[in-house]
């Protein structure tokens, strides 16, 4: 299929291939409806503004009506960005957009008195409230976790000018914003033939991912000497980042910034400590891969430029949408009947825009509301990776159809610690049924592209998660966070975790400084964890079968944010305040390595 069909185009000859929007919506007009209702609903909110504390009825009353509204707000704004998304260049559905995007802002001040108020009206009140009232035992968890703030709650004059200072307080992370994606350039690389190739964020890891190591070291070199121009610069961003997050985190009577950032998912810190100390004790593992590729490389000095290029080279394994399909309804078999009918729904009624056109935005996503089924954007273009994204966005979206098919809207919604569960949960069924199912060569090829997930989700990741929690602790105890200490920390890390095979230069320990994640308060450690926990499920789904199946599906699926992910999860039988599941996913890792060192001396 061309990829330089226009989106009309598109929809004109391959309707099949395209989301069904009008399962949203019926057309504009009806969206214009719908976006004048929401607007002509904003200001209800004033007649329970300082009397959610008269009575219980109020309290529901109040909550109830910003329930609604939001549910229809979603709706709104979910058409709108899809719209634009499958056309970027279409001015209509940008100024859909855009208008969407005010109202949300709109929408949001006007109700953010609500959490502030309720916080104002005693505990023992609103207990009180909940028990005489059958409607507010809806809203009960949502009240509990908003008392459990009230420690780190300051008054109403106090929250109000934090509030304003957030604004200045972000300028850490919006200068490194401007000054990594808008004012940094690179030089060119340059291969082993002379010739030039663009250096920008997007290109780097192609280039490292190539055969040719000339053009490998070039791209290297030249990223990373930008980077260690700024040094100094970029070291003081971060610093005032992480002087944000610990000043938030005391003003809020916090123990330490960790345990601020992770309140928000009400995790204990022991699960953070967990993680870090159990991918050390497997350490070793990724030490022996590191190793093997430099032998494999034939390398008698390999550099963290090495890291990336495929060890698996000359295999064809293209993959068309239609066969991907039939992978994937084939890898997830062990799944039972009714989330099979969930995928098979998606695949029948058009939740899925398959391919490029004019003006798409590129990668891959799930998006939807409560109020709506999910609906999945691809660029598909017949490779491996597009089958696994294809799987990876079905995981999410069945994800969101089990809680809001059996959630009510306030608690339908998926915390970030759990998001990346069902996806990666998906991605372990497949890779399991293609090791499988593969000749050796593909085999082989598959084996390699799992070992680098493991690679740089898992060990990458934690390693992150060490750095960004050492720079802080730097911080909470008073020392200066220099640049001579930022990158002397970041070397140790990585020679530590990718051992004495690969060479830890004075440019890697500049890494940090390229790494956007560290702006997002303790957000890294959240990717090992959850593919940790993914590895976990899937195996007990291999091997246990269905008594595995319906706890992943009835205990964890269809639960939404109705309890804390913790206690999910651990109904769903992982618990990640223990190490089991790190080590599981350590023992997945490897097992793949055996597979992969046998077939590679076969």
Known sequence: MSQQLTREEQERKYPEYTWDLTTIFESDEAFEEAFKEVEGQIGKEQEFKGHLGDSAETLYQALALEDEL???????YVYAHLKQDQDTANSKYTGFEARAHQLVIKFSSSWS?????????????????VKEHEGLQRYEFDLKLINEKRPHVLSADKEKLLTEAQDALSTPENVYGMFSNADLEFEDAVD????????TQGTFIKCLESDDRTLRQSAYDNLYAKYGAYNNTLSSTLAGEVKKNVFNARTHNYNSAREAALSNNHIPEEVYDNLVATVHKYLPLLHRYTQLRKELLGLDDMKMYDLYTPLVKDVKFEMPYEEAKKWMLEALQPMDEEYMEVVKEGLENRWVDVYENKGKRSGGYSSGAHLTNPFILLNWSNTVSDLYTLVHEFGHSAHSYFSCKHQPSNSSDYTIFVAEVASTCNEALLSDYMDKHLDDDRRLLLLNQELERFRATLFRQTMFAEFEHKIHQIEESGEPLTAERMNQEYAELNRTYFGDAVETDEAISKEWSRIPHFYMNYYVYQYATGYSAAQSLS??????????????????LKKGSSNYPIEILKNAGVDMTTPEPIEQACQVFEEKLDAFEKLMKA
């Open 113 to 129: 008195f609500l959490i502030p108020e309720i916080l104002q009206i005693d505990e023992e009140k609103i207990e009180q409230f």
């Open 70 to 76: 939001v549910s229809k707000l979603e709706k709104v």
């Open 539 to 556: 195996h007990q789904i291999l091997t246990e079968g269905q008594p595995a199946v319906e706890r992943y599906i009835n205990e964890f």
């Open 192 to 199: 082993s033939d002379g010739q030039r190739h663009p250096l």
